[in-house]
């Protein structure tokens, strides 16, 4: 887990968890709105990302600098492939970027986590508002704020892999 168990968070911590959780629901809210997020809102969690990142590798050293790395390329990997199966119908690229953002600051194994969250809670979601008529088949829906919720749930729920 990128953070500290949550038992045992320091405060500059918690106030870095609370400021990613803001810029999660801001960009969840905009993305749920507009159906789609620009330069600018990417910016907001860029300059957060960047930002943490310093301070984290100046204090847990170059090993979160290779566990944001790997994060990233699973992340832009996994929405590269999504994209290109969909012909670009399913995916954005602003999902790809958001989420390519998000995962440096959570790491590889709650990127992953969150990834399967976001799909699976996303599916359920669509599914039952297709079955309902609330939904059509070819209408866009926002994800990124499945995607938020996801990167919280992989964050909250400490899982032990047996």
Same mark, same amino acid.
């Not at 801001?26 to 943490?52: P, Q, R």
């Not at 566990?67 to 790809?96: E, H, P, Q, W, Y």
């Given at each position: 887990?990128?953070?500290?168990?949550?038992?045992?968070?320091? /405060? *500059?911590? #918690?106030?870095?968890?609370? !400021?990613?959780?803001? !810029?999660?629901? +801001?960009?969840?809210?905009?993305?749920?709105?507009?159906?789609?997020?620009?330069? *600018?809102?990417? /910016?907001?969690?860029? /300059?957060?990302?960047? =930002?943490?990142?310093?301070?984290? &590798?100046?204090?847990?050293? &170059?090993? +979160? @600098?290779?566990?944001?790395?790997? %994060?990233?390329?699973?992340? =832009?990997?996994?929405? $590269?492939?999504?994209?290109? =199966?969909?012909?670009?119908?399913?995916?954005?690229?602003?999902?790809?970027?958001?989420?390519?953002? %998000?995962?440096?600051?959570?790491?590889? /194994?709650?990127?992953?986590? %969150? @990834? !399967?969250?976001?799909? $699976?809670?996303? %599916? !359920?979601?669509?599914?039952?508002? &297709?079955?309902?008529?609330?939904?059509?088949?070819?209408?866009?829906?926002?994800?990124?704020?499945?995607?938020?919720?996801?990167?919280?749930?992989?964050?909250?729920?400490?899982? #032990? +892999?047996?």
């Amino acid at each position: 887990m990128r953070f500290q168990p949550l038992n045992n968070l320091e /405060t *500059w911590q #918690v106030i870095s968890l609370i !400021i990613f959780g803001l !810029i999660l629901c +801001y960009l969840s809210f905009v993305d749920f709105k507009k159906l789609s997020i620009n330069g *600018w809102d990417l /910016t907001l969690i860029g /300059t957060y990302t960047a =930002v943490n990142f310093l301070i984290h &590798i100046q204090r847990f050293g &170059i090993g +979160y @600098l290779f566990d944001g790395i790997k %994060a990233l390329l699973l992340s =832009v990997t996994f929405f $590269s492939i999504v994209i290109i =199966v969909t012909r670009r119908n399913g995916i954005g690229f602003g999902d790809m970027l958001f989420f390519g953002i %998000a995962s440096i600051n959570v790491g590889f /194994t709650n990127a992953f986590e %969150a @990834l !399967i969250f976001a799909f $699976s809670i996303g %599916a !359920i979601v669509a599914l039952i508002l &297709i079955t309902t008529g609330k939904l059509n088949f070819k209408e866009r829906t926002p994800f990124i704020p499945f995607l938020s919720f996801g990167i919280c749930l992989s964050l909250f729920l400490d899982f #032990v +892999y047996i």
